[in-house]
């Protein structure tokens, strides 16, 4: 099994929707991280929770928002789609000990 | 805020070598890491300089010049399997990471 896990792989829904983009790590690491990858501009951070307690935004959180359910667990929330959010998102852990990040395979999002 | 700067897109050929090279303007700053994305997939962590110099793994060395705001990804006897994106990468306070652009090396028979 991977060491960190994203659901679904791919995603299509449309505009005004809720969706849920989900998270699992059996690395044991407490720091957990939401990006979105745009073509061209690399991955940019949507938000980060570095324990189950502590959630904070990241440099683009607008129409976002997130769940730390377990130190294992960490939800990506769009509350209501819109198509600019159609992106590949990633989910990353990491501990200061090990040095890096690790990244699920992502999800393709497509907003239409 | 931080922000960082690398070329779009390198081409090489097998066993050649290739540089990729990184500007940033950080507050925070607390090390430069470099990652590898082959299309479709997640990236990878390849190499972290938090202090100055060259760090050397395999065919991969990352250098990094902290006076300089600069470092830079050497890519050595370049395989097929090395065409992919690499992105450097900002560390920041609490672990954050800034990523940039990317650079696409594409690497020809």
């Known amino acids: 099994d991977a060491d960190v896990t994203q659901t679904p792989r791919n995603r299509i829904t449309k505009t005004g929707k809720r969706i849920m983009l989900e998270c699992s790590q059996t690395k044991g690491h407490d720091r957990m991280y939401w990006y979105r990858q745009d073509p061209g501009l690399g991955l940019r951070l949507i938000y980060y929770s570095f324990d189950v307690k502590d959630i904070n935004k990241g440099e683009i959180s607008d129409g976002y928002s997130v769940s730390r359910q377990a130190q294992a667990k960490f939800s990506l929330s769009l509350e209501s789609a819109i198509p600019n959010q159609t992106a590949l998102y990633f989910c990353?852990?990491?501990?200061?000990?090990?040095?890096?990040?690790?990244f699920g395979s992502g999800t393709r999002l497509t907003v239409v | 805020g931080q922000s960082l700067e690398q070329p779009s897109e390198v081409t090489a050929v097998e066993g050649a070598i290739v540089q990729i090279n990184c500007t940033y303007q950080t507050s925070g700053f607390y090390g430069l890491s470099w990652y590898q994305q082959h299309d479709g997939g997640a990236p990878t962590f390849l190499s972290y300089?938090?202090?100055?110099g060259l760090e050397e793994t395999g065919r991969f060395s990352s250098f990094l010049s902290r006076s300089d705001s600069y470092g830079y990804l050497l890519l050595q006897e370049l395989q097929m399997k090395d065409s992919a994106s690499y992105f450097c990468v900002g560390g920041a306070a609490g672990n954050k990471l800034t990523f940039g652009g990317g650079t696409r090396v594409l690497v020809k028979p």
């Open positions: 990353a852990t990491s501990d200061l000990a090990e040095g890096g990040y690790t």
């Open positions: 300089n938090a202090l100055d």
